[in-house]
């Protein structure tokens, strides 16, 4: 015969087992603190985590020490990243949101990183001031001048965000707000006070757009085509004004195939599961000189890449940001060796042993419209 006892323990079973289950859930991140069981790979935060604070030395120290570990924890708690996944879906899914974890989509499933105000500096709400302007120009001309006393060529290239070449494809309530912005009036000011040679990128890759998308939907970068034109435009105007003999590389020169590929960083970044339509991928023809092409990945990926080529000749540096990186397969084609520094600051100790015929910066538009041009210079350390 059962007793109610018997009974009574049997009924409780399923309550136990429901009070281990949300015991282990709450341990979750704490297990996953010591043992890294969340298996959710990491997304693109387009920032750098805060690091591991030292160990204080004084009570002001302690103090910014706190900090530092809030900041730690903040960036790094336990499943994180699957939580920031889950909620990022939640969103997108269930809620229709269109701006999540500074991306927002605009129309036909693009989208945009909008972090750094981009909404202000895209309306032109943010403008520099007259003194700001006079340290951009006392920066590159101070660059322009320290190179040529070594008879080497200097561009300063800025490459212009997605919102800046697709504004139609912005949501409805943003398209047609766009103004002055910096980069309009860092042009202004340097043509009317400065001769240092400068290149817009926006003209030509508004007018490669009528024959092929130059930028990616659901990324932040140009697709390979995107980077050619520019890499060609840069080209063009270093063989206009500083480097006679170079020649840009004809489109045909290559097979160009379009293809379905995992979404972007901007899709990435939010844990949304989609395809990127506008990926495109150069081949060079055999009539091509074989380049020999380093380009460093995974940890390594900041590390110096380099193209060379046998029948191209004299040396070239470039100093540039993500953007700057998909110049690697085609700039190499006018010199026997390019450089590339994935930085915005001048290493004059190696352009002194080196000697190249011409450095090229190159800076994304939303990182330019937050550089102060005075800690640049302090960067750049030249005599």
């Not at 530092?68 to 899914?93: P, Q, T, V």
């Not at 504004?167 to 943003?174: H, K, N």
């Not at 085509?225 to 290559?254: M, N, T, Y």
């Amino acid at each position: 015969m059962k007793t109610a006892t018997t009974i009574s323990t049997r009924r409780r079973w399923p309550d136990h087992a429901l009070i281990g289950l949300f015991a282990l859930f709450l341990s979750l991140p704490l297990l996953d603190l010591a043992f890294h069981i969340d298996p959710t790979s990491p997304q693109s935060e387009n920032r750098i985590l805060a690091p591991l604070p030292s160990r204080p030395e004084s009570i002001a120290g302690f103090k910014k020490s706190l900090s530092g570990w809030e900041a730690y924890f903040s960036d790094h708690f336990g499943c994180r990243r699957l939580l920031i996944r889950w909620h990022n879906k939640l969103k997108w899914s269930l809620f229709k949101e269109k701006s999540v974890r500074n991306v927002l989509v605009g129309t036909d499933g693009w989208m945009f990183f909008s972090a750094s105000q981009m909404v202000e500096h895209f309306r032109g709400a943010l403008q520099f001031t007259d003194q700001e302007l006079a340290d951009w120009r006392k920066l590159l001309e101070h660059r322009r001048d320290w190179l040529a006393q070594r008879g080497i060529k200097y561009l300063f290239v800025l490459a212009p965000d997605k919102q800046s070449i697709y504004p139609e494809r912005l949501p409805a309530w943003l398209k047609n707000l766009g103004g002055r912005t910096k980069v309009d009036q860092l042009f202004a000011h340097m043509r009317a006070h400065s001769t240092v040679e400068m290149l817009d990128l926006r003209p030509a890759l508004f007018a490669a757009k009528k024959s092929a998308p130059d930028y990616q939907k659901t990324d932040t970068h140009w697709n390979q085509f995107g980077a050619f034109v520019a890499c060609e435009e840069v080209v063009r105007a270093l063989a206009e004004h500083q480097v006679p003999g170079l020649a840009p590389v004809a489109l045909d020169s290559f097979d160009r195939t379009n293809q379905l590929v995992a979404g972007g960083d901007l899709a990435r970044g939010i844990g949304v599961s989609m395809t990127e339509s506008n990926a495109v991928f150069f081949t060079p023809k055999p009539e091509l000189p074989a380049l020999e092409i380093f380009v460093p990945t995974g940890e390594h990926i900041k590390d110096m890449a380099f193209a060379k080529n046998p029948q191209g000749h004299g040396r070239a540096m470039v100093y540039h940001d993500s953007f700057g990186r998909y110049w690697v397969q085609f700039f190499g084609y006018q010199f026997s060796e390019v450089d590339f520094f994935w930085q915005y600051n001048l290493d004059a100790p190696l352009i002194e042993r080196q000697k190249p015929v011409v450095v090229v910066s190159e800076m994304l538009e939303r990182f330019f419209n937050v550089t102060d041009p005075k800690e640049l210079s302090a960067l750049d350390a030249l005599p």
